[in-house]
């Protein structure tokens, strides 16, 4: 079998011990909540924590309420409770849809949100065995110094590949963060840095303690595109969120949209105020937001799949997620 | 116990008066039923042991160092630091192990562990016992091994002309190393025939390798018992051959090793010879006498591989006007990997098993494996002859679109007929083709359907054959291929040894029907031992669709020794004739007067007052005079041949490339379904592993000979939602020589699967894909490049009214 | 290191001594000698070890023996009682849905847990609840069979083989 690296497990109840223990081995732990991500990466050598403080017990991080004008997400719930808690489903709907993409039952059933905000990047060429990178020669995201993505690049471009993060981007959501010296909050679309190696801001011993999204007006309508081989099991080829306020006469009031599984950050695509800002949501704004996407979402041969086609899928599936905004295909929009 | 004890426990499963008056009725009781399997409560209750569900006292665990490298000599192999490894027990490497094995006896070329180079990146090079998997690991990383690397091919091609290095020296010098076999074959005149033709079509097609993927990873035990004799369990498909190879290599007498195959779970050919695993356990239990055990990691399993050799592919078909092909010239280049496996056998498949379900006028193949620096390929699921059946199915449709004609109807027309010979005069008997493709095209609509559906959603046809078994064993010799060997209790219960390899597809199952359908005891009193060389008489293993035919052949002709002697019995009681015996449902009955009757238990006591202890030999051995009479003629002869005719039913989503299988249709005969359910579950299983092959899978490697993804994440086999809906049809030629007319259902019908589905997407879109897998990528970029061209005019829309692809935008 | 643990697998409660690096499914395997559960993957991919955790199917390669702590562990072996095979197991031996049998501990575990939240799943229904169990031998077809049989037997509480027989 494939052997993990010794280690101690500590289930701590309270958030105060968790983050504790964080602090006292600041360098030689990682948080655990689902570990449906690390544990994985722990048999491939990627990880080697001498401690794992488990988040699944600590009562803090389990929460799904309406506070204030937000929804509040505890960060150890589970996936699976994420796309099918009734309020979810009601005041965030893309958020549910997204979370049911992810993985399979059993992954929902055990991972978690807080995990998938965190989820380390994947590359074709580090989510493998110890034998494999060493046979292959180790890369720089770990044990090594070479990309094999980017020949003779400096910077890890591993894929940002959570199915979750580019829909709350979408919807303007909150991260808590707290260590045993305080706690912050951070926007999401603030969250996540284009350092494959370790792509948040987040610190090492830093918890994510939950995901705040503001309750988006009736309004709004939001669609999540997941490109992916399979229809189950598979990380996203591409991910791709949409929110867009429209009223009646789909005027646009506002319209975001995020596109993951290119670099290690998920991209926003940019401009789009300008172009479709307090216009009519016509086919010709879709194919101009379409190109948009397309000029500014490069993917890499960071995932095994045909680079130029997963480039053309990013106009496709914009405009399949306006499809879905509108109801309707866009021939009759 | 009295007699009569026997009488009530065995009411519960006997039949009633009026069942056994209906039986008289039927031809069979059992057979042709839809059945439990034997084993299937213990599987859907988890008390089915496979292989690693066995731990023995004291058992050791043991790791196998791999090659990084994909050829590479090797120079120095220093295991001292491993041995001082606290709880490492010992460390073997190839020096231990020098004797070479492989399954075919011509082709020996591989090493339990590598003894002086490594030829693919996971080549074995040293293995450690130890108390349990992270020490062993731990010594692994302590091994230092020195090695000088080589340049490496893992294109076919370039290994053809890279003679300079070869990866196995030349048999003779002079000869190119690379070139692991190379066969040529031509039946009558294909110029001519080529010349002849009204419509000649060439074509160049691409079958990219896959894997079998089991879900239960290799896993074997090895155990020396102080008395010197060697036991090993191995998820293995031919005990037999394991049992033979293990005693050459490690030179121990062959009657002092034991094979035990526990149930395996899933196989599909990726365990049909011996791996690396097996010598090792067996030697590291001998040297530090204590069991010893491996099991594979998932990766590990990738490595070793024997999967579905990538072949590259020319075809050129020629056809008179009405259809009827004239010749077929076929040339192929086979990349082997790294070592023989089944390579001579696969090298003759490649050409010898598409001669049917077709007439030819002329054929002839040129095909050459080559070695390169990747796992070795070996035998999938329709060993060899997946590949080039895409080839010539797709040829076909071709043909049939050049000539207007229905592909259906040209198949028709090309039918080989039954009782005959194909070109490469391998005998066919029995042949179900025609009512296959009848089958099929009723139950898919087919004539409302092809050229008929909206653009974007297609069908496809394409017909198959294959072999029951091989002819001929691996190693020459006249003994029978099959044998069982029964042995029967007072109880009435019945004991049936036979080598057979339960690999999921039910054979112990068959052999319990066999069984219950000649001596009339239920199902419940029947116990299946199978593949254990002590205990069972040899059978060659569960490869090639062997097994129905042979070992069920083999049980029917044990079972009808004892029948024989139970009714003589009976008949001397009851002083009848013992024609007028029947057995079934749990007694011995009087045709004429179903009232009389006792127990089964009573008769088998009778039996065996008169006749003594009751028990009876089988075998089956093949015919001989059924194959080619050329060099080679006798490597794809096969007693019986399978037929298969499929329809696939797909979407194809233009802007993206996705092709969603609708349906698929199966047709298959295999000859006397002797339990339908399991049949079912033979063709269902097979076209669902082809369509997979079809849409995604790819065995495919980073520059450096490194495979792609070894993971069941990174390599694609659908899941539950990705599986087509799939329509099997069971057509029942009663085959002359197979048990009861069985004949194959194992591999036979995964083969029309990927041309029909290639088929089928041109049908929908207008593109011929003749590069396998069917991937979105792929897909797209061909509508996109037909979309160019009508838009320049070159060709016309496909399908009327013509609608316009939206292409994906191109960006500015 | 080697950790002291109470874990309740299928109504027992036990303590063991477990590595701390274990997984549940080594525990179950190797500590508690449990083999129904299988590894095809070790790492997430194929769904083979599937294991109930209060009566959700859970990935039991990829979750630490410590999380098993304090919850219900259901394994195959747990789903036959005294009174038999559960329905499900009975509609598998029926249809063949079980050929090499190594997917099928996980699957049934799935499908289990489908029937206890869903008693008339519709195929697509089925076909979400198992679509984290890889299966490489039967295409599916006789297993989304067999729970169809099973749900119909545990709505008409009746045996599956009546319910084929219907
Ligand atoms: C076969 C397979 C398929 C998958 N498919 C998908 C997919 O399609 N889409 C997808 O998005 N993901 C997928 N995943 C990845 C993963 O299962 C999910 O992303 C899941 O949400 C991770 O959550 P977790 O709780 O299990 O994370 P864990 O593994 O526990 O943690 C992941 C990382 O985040 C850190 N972490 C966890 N919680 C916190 C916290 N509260 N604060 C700070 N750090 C934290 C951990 O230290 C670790 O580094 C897949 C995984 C597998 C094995
Ligand atoms: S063994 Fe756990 S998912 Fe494969
Ligand atoms: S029955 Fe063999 S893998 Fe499912």
Known sequence: MLRLHPYRYHRPKELGEALELLREHRGDSMPIAGGTDLMPNMKHGLYTPSHLVALKGVEELHVIEERDGELVIGAAETLTRVASDPLIKRRLPGLARAAEGI??????????????????????????????????????????????????????????????????????????????????????????????????????????????????????????????????????????????????SHLIESISLVVAGLGAKPRVVGGLDKIAGGQRLTPDIIEEVARRAHRQCNPLDNLIVDTDWRHAMVAVYVRRAFEEVLGQPLAAA | MKLEDFRGRQADSAASEEELREALEREFQVIGRRLRRTDGMSKSTGRTLYADDITLPGMLHAKILRSPHAHALIKSIDASAALELRGVHAVVTGADMPVPYGIIPWTRDEYPLCVDKVRYIGDGVAAVAAIDE?????????????????????????????????????????????????????????????????????????????????????????????????????????????????????????????VIQPPVGGAFGGKSEPFDLEFCVAKLAMITARPVKILYTREEVFYAHRGRHPMLMHYKTGADRH???????????????????????????????????????????????????????????????????????VQLDKIAEALDIDPIELRRRNFIGTNTRTINELRITSNGFLQCLEEVERASAWKSKHRKLDYGRGVGVAGSCYISGTNYPIYPNDMPQSAVQLQVDRSGRVAVFAGASEIGQGSDSMLAYIVAEELGVPLDYIRIL????????????????????????ACIDAARKIKKLVCEAVAEAWNCKAKSIMLAGGWAFKAEDTAQKMPISEAFNLAEAKFGALGATGSYNTPKDIHGTYRGGTIGSSPAFSFTAHVAEVDVDPETGFVEIHKIWIAHDCGRALNPLLVEGQMEGSVYMGAAEAIMEEHIFKETGLHNAPSLLDYKIPTSLDTPEMQSIIVESIDPEGPYGAKEAGEGPLHPSIPAIACAIYDAVGVRLDRLPFSPPRVWAAIRERGRQEEAGELSPWKSPPISVPLPATGD | MIEALRLTVNGDTQEIGVPSHYTLLEALRYVLGYTGSKQGCDKGDCGACTVLLDGQPALSCILPVQEAIDREVTTVEGLAGPDGPHPLQDAFDLTGAAQCGFCTPGILMSAASLLQRNQSPSNHEIREALSGNLCRCTGYTKIFDAVEIAARALRENRPAAEVVRA
């Open chain 1, 103 to 248: 993985a399979h039952p059993m992954i929902r059933n055990i991972g978690t949100i807080g995990g998938n905000v965190c989820l380390d990047t994947r590359c074709t060429y580090y989510n493998q065995t110890y034998f494999w990178r060493e046979a292959l020669g180790f890369c720089l995201k770990k044990d090594g110094d070479v990309c094999y993505v980017v020949k003779g690049g400096s910077r890890c471009v591993a894929a940002h590949s959570a199915d979750t993060p580019p829909m709350l981007m979408t919807l303007g959501a909150t991260v808590d963060l707290a260590t045993a010296d305080g706690a912050r909050s951070v926007p999401l679309t603030k969250f996540f840095t284009a350092d494959g190696i370790w792509n948040t801001v987040r610190e090492p011993d830093e918890l994510v303690i939950r995901v705040r999204v503001p309750i988006p007006s009736p309004r709004l309508r939001t669609s999540y595109q997941k490109v992916r081989e399979r229809k189950s099991v598979d990380f996203p080829l591409l991910g791709i969120a949409l929110a867009v306020e429209i009223d009646d």
């Open chain 2, 134 to 258: 992270d020490t062993a690991n731990r010594a692994l990383d302590s091994i230092e091994v020195e090695y000088e690397v080589l340049p490496h091919f893992l294109d076919p091609e370039e290994a053809l002309e890279r003679s300079d290095t070869p990866i196995h020296e030349p048999h003779k010098p002079g000869q190119n190393g690379n070139i692991s076999k190379k066969v040529h074959l031509e039946f009558e005149d294909v110029e001519k025939g080529l010349a002849d033709s009204d419509v000649v079509i060439e074509g160049e097609y691409y079958f990219e390798g896959t894997t079998h993927t089991p879900i239960e990873p290799h896993c074997a035990i090895g155990y020396f018992d102080p008395s010197g004799k060697l036991t090993v369990w191995s998820a293995t498909q031919v005990p037999h051959y394991l049992h033979r190879e293990l005693a050459r290599v490690l030179e121990l007498d062959v009657a002092k090793v034991r």
């Open chain 2, 323 to 393: 259809g009827r092909i004239k010749a077929v010239d076929a040339t192929t280049i086979i990349d082997g990997g790294a070592y023989s496996s089944f390579g001579l056998v696969t090298t003759y498949y490649s050409g010898q098993l598409i001669t049917a379900p077709y007439q030819m006028e002329s054929y002839r193949f040129d095909s050459t494996r080559v070695y390169t620096n990747k796992p070795c390929c070996g035998p999938k699921r329709g060993h060899g002859s997946v590949q080039p059946r895409f080839a010539i199915e």
């Open chain 2, 530 to 553: 199978s593949a254990d060389t002590d205990l069972t008489p040899v059978d060659l293993g569960a490869y090639s669709s062997r097994v129905t035919f042979m070992c069920g052949n």
